[in-house]
């Protein structure tokens, strides 16, 4: 596909993008963007990120930067079970409402991943990019 049908595209689906030299800045959401680098009017390569204040998930793609946030509280919730599991007096003192939190916490990072990939798969097929 070339880079003024690419542009046309998404001028008439009202998406938002940037123009740079060789490449093409879709924004799929507030810190999220998708890159197309065009070399001879053809799509090269694309690329998702992410921008975040975050060390371990800025600049990640999305499936990376889900994997990291998962491991991180997966870890960081084991090492508290294991709290727990050492001070049974916890549950007394609000653990349960912990554990609430931090599960509706990882279901939330869960639906941030299935809305944006979404998102992105329907602009991959707009512009017949394949996977």
């Given at each position: 596909m070339d880079k003024t049908d690419i542009i046309n595209i998404l001028k008439v689906k009202e998406y938002p993008f940037e123009l740079k030299e060789n490449q093409v800045i879709i924004r799929v959401a507030r810190g999220y963007f998708l890159k197309l680098y065009i070399e001879s009017n053809n799509v090269v390569k694309y690329e998702d990120r992410i921008k975040r204040f975050s060390l371990w998930t800025n600049e990640k793609s999305?499936?990376?930067?889900?994997k990291i946030n998962m491991i991180g509280f997966l870890i960081y919730i084991s090492l508290f079970a294991l709290?727990?599991?050492?001070?049974?007096?916890?549950?007394?003192?609000?653990?349960?409402?912990?554990?609430?939190?931090?599960?509706?916490?990882?279901?939330?990072?869960?639906?941030?991943?299935?809305?944006?990939?979404?998102?992105?798969?329907?602009?991959?097929?707009?512009?017949?990019?394949?996977?």
């Open positions: 999305l499936k990376a930067a889900t709290w727990c599991i050492l001070d049974p007096y916890f549950f007394s003192n609000g653990g349960k409402y912990f554990f609430i939190m931090t599960t509706s916490i990882i279901i939330g990072l869960l639906l941030e991943f299935w809305y944006y990939n979404n998102r992105l798969t329907k602009i991959k097929k707009l512009l017949n990019l394949n996977d």
